[in-house]
C-alpha cells in the first residue's frame, strides 16, 4: 500500500489553501475521515491522504466540465 500522507501544512502548500482552512472548512464537509485523511493510533494528529484528495480534486474538476446546471434543476450537455 503505496500513499503520501501530509500534514494540513503540507497539504496546504500543495493545494494552495491556508492550513486553517483545510482544518475547519474542508476537513468533515468536503474531506471525510477514513476516506481522505486518517488520526493515526487514535490521537489528535490528523493525516491527509494525497491520493485521496487528488482524486476528489480531478472528479470534482471533470464533472463540472460535462454539464452546465441551469436554473430549473436540469442540465445541459454542452
Given at each position: 500500500m503505496s500513499t503520501t500522507l501530509l500534514s494540513a501544512k503540507e497539504l496546504a502548500?500543495?493545494?494552495k489553501f491556508s492550513p486553517v482552512y483545510i482544518n475547519k472548512s474542508?476537513?468533515?464537509?468536503?474531506?471525510?475521515?477514513g476516506v481522505?485523511?486518517?488520526?493515526?493510533?487514535?490521537?489528535r494528529k490528523i493525516?491527509?491522504?494525497w491520493e485521496r484528495i487528488e482524486e476528489t480534486?480531478?472528479?470534482s474538476a471533470v464533472r463540472n466540465r460535462v454539464y452546465i446546471p441551469m436554473a430549473n434543476g436540469r442540465?445541459?450537455?454542452?
Amino acid at each position: 500500500m503505496s500513499t503520501t500522507l501530509l500534514s494540513a501544512k503540507e497539504l496546504a502548500e500543495r493545494i494552495k489553501f491556508s492550513p486553517v482552512y483545510i482544518n475547519k472548512s474542508l476537513r468533515d464537509s468536503v474531506f471525510l475521515e477514513g476516506v481522505h485523511y486518517i488520526r493515526p493510533f487514535n490521537g489528535r494528529k490528523i493525516l491527509y491522504i494525497w491520493e485521496r484528495i487528488e482524486e476528489t480534486m480531478y472528479q470534482s474538476a471533470v464533472r463540472n466540465r460535462v454539464y452546465i446546471p441551469m436554473a430549473n434543476g436540469r442540465i445541459c450537455h454542452g
